[in-house]
């Protein structure tokens, strides 16, 4: 069965960095676009970035453009985001999520990981 | 970037029907999907592209739109599926996506 379980979230100072990772498993990883989404304590989804199912397309959400950086290892069926100059507004819930596959151009994200909670201190 | 409205919250009796909106530009040209979430839980697909459901996904759920509206309608509403819902899509260009702001729905 499809599974994404992330890693490496925590508390972390603001100005620092902090990367986070999600394994993938229960299905072909390199035939599938991947997303991250966070939630902050109490509100609701924001999308944060998509990366395609060859890496070759990378896009961002624009509170986080120049900081965060979405990649992926296809060898180990792994999805990261780098997470650089944390602030407070970065505080959430960070989930990975699956998109289409390469066939199919739809915009869904219909498998979801349990979630990463990083926490932006001052 | 684009915005997707949803109301704040609505409520159902048992075994009604309930109809949640989601408003935005960019669905004139991308279907919208949409998204139940539990307390505590990660979200769940409920609906995507012109009116697909996920596999295990009761067919009281169904969904449709027109022009820059996207809706999904619980038809017979369970105790379960009290939750918050939001709706998805690109954005206008297409190169972002963008969440609603979510919709509470309560089963009365």
């Known amino acids: 069965q499809v599974q994404l379980v992330e890693s490496g979230g925590g508390v972390v100072q603001s100005g620092r960095s902090l990367r986070l990772s999600c394994t993938a498993s229960?299905?072909?990883?390199?035939?599938?676009?991947m997303h991250w989404v966070r939630q902050a304590p109490g509100k609701g989804l924001e999308w944060v970035a998509f990366?395609?199912?060859?890496?070759?397309?990378?896009y961002y959400i624009d509170s986080v453009k120049g900081r965060f950086t979405v990649s992926r290892d296809d060898s180990k069926n792994a999805l990261y985001l780098q997470m650089n100059s944390l602030g407070a507004g970065d505080t959430a819930v960070y989930y990975c999520a699956r998109g289409p596959p390469y066939y199919d151009s739809g915009s869904y994200l219909d498998y979801w990981g349990q979630g990463a909670l990083v926490t932006v201190s001052s | 970037s684009s915005e997707l409205t949803q109301d704040p919250a609505v409520s159902v009796a048992l075994g009604q029907t309930v109809r949640i909106t989601c408003q935005g530009d960019?669905?004139?040209?991308?279907?919208a999907s949409w998204y139940q979430q539990k307390p505590g839980q990660a979200p769940v697909l409920v609906m995507y592209g012109k009116n697909n459901r996920p596999s295990g996904i009761p067919d009281r759920f169904s969904g449709s739109g027109s022009g820059n509206t996207a809706s999904l309608t619980i038809t017979g509403a369970q105790a379960e599926d009290e939750a918050d819902y939001y709706c998805n899509s690109r954005d206008s260009v297409g190169y972002q996506y963008v969440f609603g702001t979510g919709t509470k729905v309560t089963v009365l």
């Open positions: 990366i395609s199912y060859d890496g070759n397309s990378k």
């Open positions: 229960g299905f072909s990883f390199s035939n599938y676009a």
């Open positions: 960019s669905l004139r040209r991308y279907y």
